[in-house]
Nanobody, 120 residues
Framework: QVQLVESGGGSVQPGGSLRLSCAASGSIFSIFAMVWYRQAPGKQRELVATTTSGGSTNYAESMKGRFTISRDNAKNTVYLQMNSLSPEDTAVYYC??????????????WGQGTQVTVSS
């Protein structure tokens, strides 16, 4: 059984910052990519940032320079530091991970999502 649990969401004023966390737990052998997505009301889910087990990162264009993805492999945890937030960043943020279990099965897992609201 593998679980992803996000935390750190909340309400913040424009220009503020939040740090999201996503911890993977369970019968995990290895994790390749860990990814943050978001879905705003009435919009499709979009990719925010990706990090691999090797440390490479990739960002959606609108997040570059404002968001930073990082990862603690020892804790099976990925973080998303979000700065200079604007109302357009309001969304449910989801964590996704490419996990191989201790039983040798590899698949994507999703967290339950954490709400981020940016408003004055």
């Amino acid at each position: 059984q593998v679980q992803l649990v996000e935390s750190g969401g909340g309400s913040v004023q424009p220009g503020g910052s939040l740090r999201l966390s996503c911890a993977a737990s369970g019968s995990i052998f290895s994790i390749f990519a860990m990814v943050w997505y978001r879905q705003a009301p009435g919009k499709q889910r979009e990719l925010v940032a990706t990090t691999t087990s090797g440390g490479s990162t990739n960002y959606a264009e609108s997040m570059k320079g404002r968001f930073t993805i990082s990862r603690d492999n020892a804790k099976n945890t990925v973080y998303l530091q979000m700065n200079s937030l604007s109302p357009e960043d309001t969304a449910v943020y989801y964590c996704n991970a490419d996990i191989t279990t201790a039983f040798g099965r590899r698949r994507d897992y999703w967290g339950q999502g954490t709400q981020v609201t940016v408003s004055s």
